[in-house]
């Protein structure tokens, strides 16, 4: 047994060292050349009043970029969200910004406002980033560019996130210590399907040629589903050196637990033979393993090397509270590893609102009546 174990302490280690090989080669990145400026359509679909969305959507407003639009798509003009974007309006008459009411159904309702903002996007560069996302002055100059290249077919961005409540400090711990280096980790063993939500960018004729938003209207996970079927017609994704913030508006444990369990299942009907291998990331479990069974030296090495290379990936996102709580990082192991196990127990999720069951192949059907 005790082989076994320190067999799997060994790839455990492993794989904090290549997330911190992934974290190096990132912040070794040069920034792509600025010069290619073609014009972009910003396509944010929008529910509900997110916790610092009017600083978020000023932060589009005012990129430092020659020719660019802003289309904000809702469900309804009585969403929360329509007061401040209507401000913005007013407050940038120079701007191309424009509110569009969208009409679509979709069993993925932002996916359904993509459809409709798409069909009024007037530019051949599409952006679609998360409601709630902030962004430097230098954005669009920065993950537009790599597009000049045409093996580049999406470019996505790293996110650091913020929050008010302590459970969503916590998640956003997880996602800094924990989500960021897995995503890293990714171009190292040849994935080349990952796209963010944080930022998509891509050619309208990518688009087309995929089928539109219409092909992926009925996933959860519409940021991968769009960036697998760009990037399996040939083009590779690229991973812009620009970080972006999120803020989570999670706000107690409850609705955090709800979330990661959320997010665990989609993984799993996403990619399940990633999700599989999970716990191999969880190094903070086999150091605790180890520790029970008597082998001390392995679950300090384990410990040591979580706590470091969670203490990079914190520094590399600029997101100084998560690398002050970096050696907390085999707690947060313990947590993930609750998730994961939680992740495998049903494919019901709570979603919008409401709640849904996934596919095996992450698509989204309506939860059937009670009998």
Same mark, same amino acid.
């Given at each position: 047994?005790?082989t076994?174990?320190?067999?799997?302490?060994?790839?455990a280690?492993?794989?904090?060292?290549?997330?911190?090989?992934?974290?190096?080669?990132?912040?070794?990145?040069?920034?792509?050349?600025?010069?290619?400026?073609?014009?972009v359509?910003?396509?944010?679909?929008?529910r509900?009043?997110?916790?610092?969305?009017?600083?978020?959507?000023?932060?589009?407003?005012?990129?430092?970029?020659?020719?660019?639009?802003?289309?904000?798509?809702?469900?309804?003009?009585?969403?929360?969200?329509?007061?401040?974007?209507?401000?913005?309006?007013?407050?940038?008459?120079?701007?191309?910004?424009?509110?569009?009411?969208?009409?679509?159904?979709?069993?993925?309702?932002?996916?359904?406002?993509?459809?409709d903002?798409?069909?009024?996007?007037?530019?051949?560069?599409?952006?679609?980033?998360?409601?709630?996302?902030?962004?430097?002055?230098?954005?669009?100059?920065?993950?537009?560019?790599?597009?000049?290249?045409?093996?580049?077919?999406?470019?996505?961005?790293?996110?650091?996130?913020?929050?008010?409540?302590? +459970?969503?400090?916590?998640? $956003?711990?997880?996602?800094?210590?924990?989500?960021?280096? &897995?995503? =890293?980790?990714? *171009? !190292?063993?040849?994935?080349?399907?990952?796209?963010?939500?944080?930022?998509?960018?891509?050619?309208?004729?990518?688009?087309?040629?995929?089928?539109?938003?219409?092909?992926i209207?009925?996933?959860?996970?519409?940021?991968?589903?769009?960036?697998?079927?760009?990037?399996?017609?040939?083009?590779?994704?690229?991973?812009?050196?620009?970080?972006?913030?999120?803020?989570?508006?999670?706000?107690?444990?409850?609705?955090?637990?709800?979330?990661?369990?959320?997010?665990?299942?989609?993984?799993?009907?996403?990619?399940?033979?990633?999700?599989?291998?999970?716990?191999?990331?969880h190094?903070?479990?086999?150091?605790?393993?180890?520790?029970?069974?008597?082998?001390?030296?392995?679950?300090?090495a384990?410990?040591a090397?979580? +706590?470091a290379?969670?203490? $990079?990936?914190?520094?590399?996102?600029?997101?100084?509270? &998560?690398? =002050?709580?970096? *050696? !907390?990082?085999?707690?947060?192991?313990?947590?993930?590893?609750?998730?994961?196990?939680?992740?495998?127990?049903?494919?019901?999720?709570?979603?919008?609102?409401?709640?849904?069951?996934?596919?095996?192949?992450g698509?989204?059907?309506?939860?059937?009546?009670?009998?």
């Amino acid at each position: 047994m005790d082989t076994l174990l320190i067999i799997a302490a060994w790839v455990a280690l492993a794989y904090q060292c290549a997330a911190m090989a992934g974290i190096i080669a990132f912040r070794m990145k040069r920034p792509a050349a600025w010069h290619w400026t073609p014009p972009v359509s910003i396509l944010k679909p929008v529910r509900g009043l997110d916790e610092d969305f009017d600083d978020a959507i000023l932060s589009h407003a005012l990129q430092d970029y020659p020719e660019f639009e802003i289309l904000f798509g809702v469900a309804s003009l009585n969403d929360p969200a329509v007061p401040s974007i209507r401000r913005l309006i007013a407050a940038h008459p120079g701007r191309p910004i424009r509110l569009v009411h969208s009409q679509t159904a979709a069993p993925n309702g932002k996916v359904g406002v993509l459809i409709d903002l798409a069909r009024e996007a007037r530019h051949a560069i599409l952006l679609v980033n998360d409601s709630d996302i902030s962004v430097p002055p230098d954005y669009l100059r920065r993950v537009v560019a790599p597009l000049r290249l045409p093996d580049i077919g999406l470019v996505t961005c790293l996110y650091r996130a913020a929050s008010s409540s302590f +459970a969503g400090k916590w998640e $956003a711990f997880g996602i800094a210590v924990d989500f960021i280096p &897995s995503t =890293l980790v990714a *171009p !190292l063993v040849g994935i080349r399907e990952f796209g963010l939500g944080s930022t998509l960018v891509f050619r309208r004729e990518d688009l087309d040629a995929i089928g539109g938003f219409e092909t992926i209207a009925d996933y959860i996970a519409d940021d991968y589903q769009l960036a697998r079927r760009i990037t399996r017609r040939g083009p590779r994704a690229h991973l812009s050196e620009v970080v972006v913030e999120t803020h989570l508006s999670d706000p107690g444990w409850p609705a955090v637990w709800r979330h990661q369990v959320r997010w665990a299942r989609t993984i799993r009907v996403s990619r399940g033979d990633g999700y599989i291998g999970l716990p191999v990331t969880h190094a903070g479990l086999w150091a605790l393993l180890c520790l029970v069974s008597g082998l001390p030296l392995y679950a300090a090495a384990l410990a040591a090397m979580r +706590a470091a290379m969670a203490f $990079a990936a914190a520094v590399t996102l600029r997101n100084p509270r &998560s690398a =002050l709580l970096s *050696p !907390l990082a085999p707690v947060w192991d313990l947590w993930a590893f609750v998730v994961w196990i939680a992740g495998w127990s049903g494919r019901r999720i709570e979603w919008r609102g409401g709640y849904s069951v996934l596919t095996a192949d992450g698509r989204l059907e309506p939860e059937p009546p009670a009998s």
